[in-house]
């Protein structure tokens, strides 16, 4: 029922399935991802979507993978824009839920 599920995401999220296992498939790295497989499936995905470039590429992984050091501006980026975002109080949470929900903001 699990494996069902999983496939159904999948089906939902993407327009095609890998034709081959995208991970190691040795025990403890069937957590790692193999470049090149992954590149062959992203083509896939591209072309599926009516992407003329997919087949021109040189890299696929190059061009849709942020580097380490674009991750990491990123992610600093990220860092300093939720600094500047004040949280709410309680009483301000309750109030937007409510207010989303169209309930008394009273309920609990």
């Not at 193999?34 to 190059?62: C, H, I, N, T, Y």
């Amino acid at each position: 029922m699990v494996a069902s599920r999983c496939e159904d995401l999948w089906d939902d999220l993407f327009p095609c399935r890998p034709t081959r296992r995208l991970s190691s498939p040795e025990p403890g790295k069937n957590h790692a991802i193999v470049p090149a497989e992954f590149e062959a499936w992203w083509r896939l995905v591209l072309k599926a979507q009516g992407d003329d470039a997919a087949s021109a590429a040189p890299s696929v992984l190059a061009t849709t993978i942020p580097s380490s050091d674009r991750m990491s501006d990123a992610y600093e980026e990220s860092t300093s824009e939720r600094q500047s975002v004040q949280p709410l109080t309680i009483a301000e949470a309750k109030a937007a839920l409510a207010q989303t929900f169209g309930v008394d903001a009273g309920q609990n």
